[in-house]
């Protein structure tokens, strides 16, 4: 019997199995897709929020404040981007003075460190281009902005190299109860099988009320609230140092303006509920919005989307993450309602959780945890000797793939060969970025299957784009002859 099933490997559930693999635990990971950070960790701000909008007293709050110190240091030894550009919200009239001094005292409360009020003058001259609307802003210092997937591939990682499995492709279709020779347990029935374990972690994200009431009388409720985004080109990415965010809204914390850690310029959320927990399209109506909405927080926002994309928020009724053991379900655990901060707090509910199951178990520590990871080297950000370094150890940090991001076959094959690697092109493209620059796999793609079909030992008409039948190729023209 497995001591440990997280049901769910996007940011959370992968964050809390890298806590876990602290521990000599049996831990699975079972991930409906074709690999990690799939559902919401992949598509969204990428901000690492310094912790002033949560309410005072919520778990929100607590584990902002907590995951945003984790991030600084936990970005160095998983070895994943991460950049403290700061973080200011925007008063567009001298009405929403008293929203910013509200959320400056909500900061405080919150334990954010650094926070302060710039008046006109010292905003304009530390963001030239914000909009000359701009009465004042909150200033955060410790805001910042990261890589959702590298992070989440990095707690995955080292995760698995402590000894957590992962099993992809695999969807939770039922949940019961069981009492047997070693006390209760849960019987999870899947795609694959039926799995038998002590105890469940509930990290599935939009789907987390789904299995919440498969085991608890006292129902959870998930609403799915879509954000789309637009990306822009490096050539805008300096617009700004600083994110920019409007003063908040009942639905969330309005439009953002900001630097990614790649070098691009991101705009977005909207903010839509919905009840179809798999609907991330985008619409023309959405992108003009974030578009008009974005030039009011900055001057002359230029037209450069290279793509937009949409993820998905799960909102618990109540407004709050929900985390913790289910009263009427002894050894089912929630990590449930994780929208915004979620990103920023994974690392912190991550050690949580990891507590809770400590404390049920009775779990020692072990003796030789591996606590560092080392990422993907990237020739785009290499120094001329580190190139030549690479180079001389693989000739094939050489071949250049993506031009548009300088990713290289060296790296590809990197991707695909490590701890947890790419098994599809999206795969290959959240690790190393290529096909995430201007062309959008334009030139790319067509070498990225053969590297990836000849890596796996397949032939290219099984390479897929992200699972679930998403082939590129349908055949050859000269065998339909």
Not at 9 to 31: H, P, Q, W, Y
Not at 401 to 419: D, F, H, P, Q, W
Not at 426 to 450: E, H, V
């Amino acid at each position: 019997m497995i001591d440990v099933t997280i049901i769910g490997a996007g940011v959370t559930g992968s964050a809390i199995a890298r806590e876990l693999s602290k521990f000599d635990l049996d831990v699975l990971v079972l991930e409906k897709e074709s690999d990690v950070c799939e559902g919401t960790s992949k598509a969204n701000s990428g901000i690492v929020h310094s912790g002033y909008d949560a309410k005072p007293g919520t778990l929100k709050a607590k584990f902002n404040v907590e995951g945003n110190k984790l991030i600084h240091e936990l970005s160095k030894t998983l070895d994943f981007p991460f950049k403290e550009n700061g973080s200011m919200v925007l008063a567009l009239e001298e009405e929403g003075r008293a929203g910013i001094e509200e959320l400056y005292e909500r900061g405080k409360s919150n334990g954010v460190p650094g926070l302060r009020i710039l008046e006109k003058e010292e905003l304009h001259k530390l963001e030239p281009n914000v909009s000359d609307a701009a009465v004042c802003a909150l200033y955060a210092p410790t805001g910042g902005i990261v890589c959702p997937f590298n992070m989440t591939i990095a707690f995955a990682e080292n995760a698995a190299d402590n000894g957590v499995r992962f099993q992809f492709d695999t969807k939770v279709t039922n949940i019961e109860k069981k009492t047997g020779d070693e006390g209760n347990y849960y019987l999870l029935e899947t795609s694959n099988g039926n799995i038998e374990t002590k105890l469940v972690i509930n990290a599935a994200g939009v789907y987390s009320d789904v299995f919440h009431n498969m085991v608890s009388s006292e129902k959870l409720h998930i609403t799915p609230r879509k954000g789309e985004y637009l990306l822009m080109d490096k050539a805008a990415g300096d617009l700004v140092k600083s994110t920019m965010f409007q003063l908040p809204s009942k639905l969330g914390k309005g439009v953002l303006v900001t630097p990614t850690v790649h070098g691009n310029l991101m705009v977005g959320p909207t903010a839509e509920e919905t009840d179809d927990p798999e609907d991330t399209s985008t619409s023309a109506q959405g992108l003009d919005f974030l578009f008009a909405k974005g030039s009011m927080s900055v001057n002359s926002l230029p037209r450069l989307t290279i793509t937009s994309f949409a993820g998905l928020r799960a909102h618990e009724d109540g407004g709050d993450f929900v985390i913790g053991e289910v009263k009427d379900a002894p050894g089912f655990i929630d990590a449930a309602g994780i929208e915004s901060p979620g990103l920023t707090a994974a690392p912190a509910i991550g050690a949580y959780v990891a507590g809770i199951v400590k404390e049920l178990l009775g779990a020692s520590e072990k003796k030789e945890f591996i606590g560092t990871r080392k990422g993907i080297p990237s020739m785009a950000l290499a120094t001329p000797e580190e190139r030549a370094e690479l180079i001389a150890s693989d000739p094939s940090y050489a071949h250049v793939i993506c031009r548009c991001e300088l990713v290289t076959e060296g790296e590809i094959k990197n991707a695909i060969n490590r701890t947890l690697g790419a098994r599809t092109v999206d795969g290959i493209k959240r690790r190393t970025r290529a096909g995430m620059g201007r062309c959008q796999t334009g030139f790319c793609l067509a070498r990225t299957i053969p590297l990836l079909a000849e890596a796996l030992g397949v032939d290219e008409e099984e390479i897929v784009k992200s699972g679930n039948g998403a082939y590129y190729i349908e055949g050859r023209i000269k065998d339909s002859l």
